[in-house]
């Protein structure tokens, strides 16, 4: 009866869709089920904080998503709200439940395999376009360097003699990346390639065949389509690059707070999520190749 009264309150006077109704309905049945079977003296309510929780644990059990929980949850709240407001009940149980929290999407990233063929392996195109294409590649993965950063390089912030390029990152901070001699060997080839091809001379680095600086929607372009060479991903950005950079430093060894201030990151959190990530490529070596795992 009460939850009638509540889908009429959405579809008359709140203006609802159908469908959303609808999912209410499914989320509340659902609900009154559950605590009718853990007693039929309960009803919707004289119920507290406690059975809700249970509730969220049983969904958990039964693998619904955070997500899925969190919705169902909404539902609940919107319905507790309604019966204060009908005054049907006297307090909101709701209230002091936390939902569960959402699992952050790990990293997205390549093996040290795929990189080896996308760099030594790919035929990219002859010429300035094919050689700018791979230093783009190149540059992403020995730097992890951001996208904005790579495509704001200007041919003065590279420091060939002390190996260092500056990047102004977000909210125009600058750092210095440290760059190899196997990057530093690609780039004479590359500025060499692209000074010989321009009729005038670029201040970018990283430049179209007319001379103009690159624009983002280009160049995760053909990141896409190089990546799209050599593994099955359904990301396939210039970001993965980057993911790729930090997960190969800390996979190799990389001091942490090292790696932080390589990416630019303001704080120490954004950078231990690859701790994760290198923790589950473990996790997954294990399983391969423990015969007991």
């Known amino acids: 009866m009460l939850i009638n009264s509540f889908l009429n309150y959405l579809q008359f006077e709140k203006n609802y869709s159908q469908k959303t109704i609808n999912s209410y309905s499914v989320d509340l ?4 089920r559950y605590i009718k079977d853990c007693n039929e003296e309960l009803t919707l309510t004289i119920i507290d904080a406690d059975i809700i929780r249970q509730w969220i644990i049983s969904l958990m059990g039964k693998e619904y998503t955070a997500s ?3 919705r169902k949850l ?5 319905f507790y709200k309604f019966l204060l407001i009908k005054k049907e009940t006297s307090s909101d149980p709701t209230r002091k439940v936390t939902g569960p929290k959402k699992k952050k999407p790990l990293p997205v990233f390549l093996r040290e395999t795929d990189m080896n063929k996308l760099l030594d392996e790919i035929d990219y195109k002859e010429g300035f376009i094919g050689e700018r294409d791979r230093m783009i590649i190149e540059m992403f993965y020995a730097t992890g360097i951001r996208l904005s950063e790579l495509i704001g390089l200007n041919d003065t912030d590279i420091n060939f003699e002390d190996s260092l390029i500056k990047v102004t990152g977000k909210r125009n901070k600058q750092r210095l990346i440290p760059f190899g001699n196997e990057l530093k060997e690609s780039m004479f080839k590359y500025i060499s390639i692209r000074n010989e091809t321009m009729t005038t001379w670029p201040s ?14 280009l160049v995760e372009k053909l990141v896409k389509r190089q990546l799209s060479k050599v593994v099955t991903l359904k990301k396939k950005s210039p970001h993965v690059l980057r993911h790729t950079f930090a997960t190969a430093m800390l996979n190799n060894e990389a001091n942490i707070n090292a790696i932080k201030e390589l990416l630019g990151h303001s704080s120490l959190a954004a950078t231990e999520v690859y701790t994760h990530t290198t923790f589950e490529e473990l996790k997954n070596i294990y399983k391969q190749a423990h015969p007991r795992a």
């Open 29 to 32: 049945v659902q609900f009154e």
């Open 68 to 70: 899925s929980v969190n």
């Open 74 to 78: 909404s539902s609940l709240r919107s």
């Open 204 to 217: 970018a680095f990283f430049v179209k065949e007319n001379g103009e600086r690159l624009y983002s929607a």
